[in-house]
């Protein structure tokens, strides 16, 4: 298992490889991108979905407002939306990574208890494998910084560019 394991990510590396030689070098100022994502929520151990879009206004940065859905577990389920500002820079062709930091908010239900409205701030850091010109990769982790329901927001996600 761990020899078939090892094939995967050797032929996995192989073909983004290949793929990002094609690829464009960076992010173009007036790029956009309208991406899915999902991935782990740490506030509730669970897992949660989201609708993303971009938009680079200079070089080094772009807007990213997203909308989701946490997964209930452990008696709490949400909706958050977040407002962040990424800096994204080149480390090689078809590789960018970026910090970030923004706004968010959050709505957390309760099972039994009701529900909690909670505003704050987001940081963090990703990054985006162009594939081709038109479709990239992005795996980005953020912290989410609020009163009583503060937690993590990892995932992988994948967008259209336009």
Known sequence: MRHLFSRFLLSAAA???????????QAQVGEKTLGIAGGYASY??????DIYFQYTLANHVRIAPEIGYIFR?????????SADVQFPFRLARSF?????????????????DGHATRAGADFGAGF???????????????YS?????SGGFFNFGFGYVF
């Open 15 to 25: 073909v983004c490889g290949l793929l990002m030689a094609a690829a464009p070098a």
């Open 44 to 49: 509730n151990n669970g897992g949660y979905a």
């Open 73 to 81: 577990n452990e008696g709490k389920s949400g909706f958050e939306f």
């Open 96 to 112: 960018n990574v970026y910090p970030l930091v923004g706004f968010t908010l959050n709505n957390w239900e309760y099972s039994g």
């Open 128 to 142: 985006d494998i162009y594939l081709m010109s038109n479709f990239k990769l992005s795996l980005q982790g953020k």
């Open 145 to 149: 910084l609020m009163n009583d329901t």
